[in-house]
């Protein structure tokens, strides 16, 4: 951690080191160090909110963001004393009328790195393909839940090359396509009404398949075949009517929940939940 070994030194060293700080930010010897050091200037980042907490790991919340215009004004004055952050956040109510924030600008978090980022309830359509780019290496968790996304670049995932978790859940995305991440372990994208499946071959670590809300009445063939650690996949609230041959079939042997609550099934074909499947699954629901 660089962070930690940095601030460790302060404290040894003290007064030598501090001006190489203070230069390097305002030039101003004089100035007093800001309290939320090494956060940007408060007043700077307003209404981003920028916070470290005892394991020198810091966060960024620009919840407060109401426009485009606000959160590229927010960056655009704001140094940046450390460039790596735990946590981007931001959490809209997606019923406030006051908040309209349309679009990321890729430009926006510079140079910026981030290993967890929710942004959920805005009126976002697109996402382009490099408005997270910076943070290839270090992104572990991208929730993007309840914002407004036609378009998201699923070519890219590939490139977050430790990505475990994605949420797009209650989004308007048409079509989820076979796109590729070796890193892939937990993915949830409930609450895409009509979405169209192709099929899982080139995430093969997901662990966790969340799907529910989604209106499929059919699932393709053999859609989980090839994922050998599945655990749970979750279709609840779905319009399925039956469960044909190889629905819901994996090669795991650590398949242990499968949710059909609240489809509209009537058959079961023999074979439905197949081979190491059957003989380890704890619990499979089928209320309706
Ligand atoms: C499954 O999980 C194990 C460890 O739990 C891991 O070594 C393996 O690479 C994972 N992926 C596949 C496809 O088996």
């Not at 978090?109 to 309830?121: D, K, M, Q, Y």
């Not at 890219?156 to 209650?170: A, V």
Request: aromatic share 12%; with cysteine; net charge negative.
């Amino acid at each position: 951690m660089v962070l930690k070994a940095v601030v460790s030194v302060v404290v040894l060293v003290g007064v030598v080191v501090i001006p190489a700080f203070t230069s390097s930010n305002s030039g101003d010897l004089t100035r007093p160090q800001p309290r939320e050091w090494p956060c940007p200037i408060e007043t700077d980042f307003y209404p981003c909110v920028c916070t470290n907490n005892e394991n020198y790991e810091l966060s960024i919340d620009c919840s407060a963001v109401e426009t485009d215009q606000d959160l590229s004004d927010a960056f655009y004055y704001a140094e940046f004393p450390f460039s790596h952050f735990k946590e981007f956040k931001i959490e809209h109510d997606p019923n406030d009328p006051k908040m309209t924030l349309t679009t990321l600008d890729p430009y926006t978090f510079r140079t910026l790195t981030f290993e967890r980022i929710t942004i959920s309830g805005t009126k976002i359509e697109i996402i382009q393909d490099e408005d997270f780019s910076n943070s290839h290496d270090t992104l572990t968790y991208l929730n993007l839940a309840s914002n407004k996304i036609t378009y998201f670049p699923f070519d890219s995932i590939q490139g977050y090359t430790n990505l475990q978790t994605l949420s797009l859940d209650d989004n308007q995305i048409e079509v989820w396509p076979n796109f590729e991440s070796d890193s892939l372990e937990y993915l949830s994208f409930s609450g895409n009404e009509g979405i169209t499946l192709t099929d899982f071959t080139n995430t093969p670590n997901l662990r966790e398949i969340y799907m529910a809300r989604n209106k499929h009445d059919t699932l393709p063939y053999q859609l989980f075949w090839n994922l050998f650690n599945l655990t749970v996949v979750d279709l609840q609230r779905n319009e399925m009517t039956f469960v044909d041959e190889y629905y819901i079939a994996s090669q795991s042997n650590a398949l242990t929940t499968i949710n059909l609550d609240h489809n509209k099934i009537s058959v079961i074909r023999h074979d439905a939940f197949h081979g190491h499947v059957c003989s380890h699954t704890e619990e499979i629901g089928v209320w309706s």
